[in-house]
């Protein structure tokens, strides 16, 4: 039962301009998501968050948009650069502190 | 800058061999987690402890793997006897914050392959 998907495996996009990465989820306890970014031979280092209360949530030049209506998230890259090629994950937690629930990820590759 | 320290990075076992994973959770973190990872799939949680005590180990495969937390510092994952469908990415990450909303700190990883 894979409760938080992420449809795309793969998104490549040219340097400076916006990447966009999806997630939906289906459990609807779910009120509390995150980005992860992971490079080769790293651990997950984290990105960016938002609670259920918010529609969106900025970050410099990422932005994290919730439409909990359709179970859906999106994190935006703008401007994109050759450093944020790596995979990105969507992960979701309850309000029990229940366990954070992560997707499959979404390598990025952005060209110079 | 303070982070969490795993050991071995690399560890390459027989199956029906015994493996042991180290990790060192950032000064102060209460809560500590062991992930696996596998190849093109998301982490997935073993264990949680909150300072020495287990409180969530739902998806730990039992028979075969364990963890402590003894001091409520440092932890121990173990496998024994591995098995082939163990090969992965064992991830160990700790937060300030009990449960999980709170930003998750991640180790380099320990990458287990069984042959």
């Known amino acids: 039962d894979q409760q938080v998907k992420q449809n795309s495996p793969s998104l490549s996009v040219q340097e400076g301009r916006i990447s966009i990465l999806n997630c939906d989820y289906t459990n609807s306890m779910f009120d509390y998501f995150l980005w992860y970014k992971k490079y080769p031979a790293e651990g997950p280092t984290f990105l960016i968050s938002?609670?259920?209360?918010?529609d969106k949530n900025e970050d410099g030049r990422f932005t994290v948009f919730l439409n909990k209506s359709a179970k859906h998230l999106s994190l935006h890259i703008v401007p994109s650069q050759p450093g944020d090629s790596a995979v990105y994950f969507c992960?979701?937690?309850?309000?029990?502190?229940?366990?954070?629930?992560f997707g499959e990820g979404t390598q990025l590759t952005v060209n110079p | 800058e303070a982070e969490v320290a795993q050991s071995p990075r690399y560890k390459i076992t027989e199956k029906s061999q015994a493996v042991a994973f180290w990790c060192d959770p950032i000064s102060g973190h209460a809560t500590l987690y062991w992930y696996r990872q596998i190849l093109g799939q998301g982490p997935e949680l073993l264990v949680q402890f909150q300072d020495e005590s287990v409180v969530d180990d739902s998806q730990l495969p039992k028979d075969r793997f364990s963890a402590e937390r003894l001091k409520g510092v440092d932890s121990t994952l173990k496998i024994q006897p591995a098995e082939l469908g163990d090969s992965a990415m064992y991830l160990c990450a700790s937060s300030f914050l009990a449960g999980d909303t709170g930003e998750l700190f991640f180790g380099e990883g320990s990458r287990l392959t069984v042959l």
């Open positions: 938002i609670s259920s209360i918010k």
């Open positions: 992960a979701a937690s309850g309000t029990s502190g229940s366990r954070l629930t």
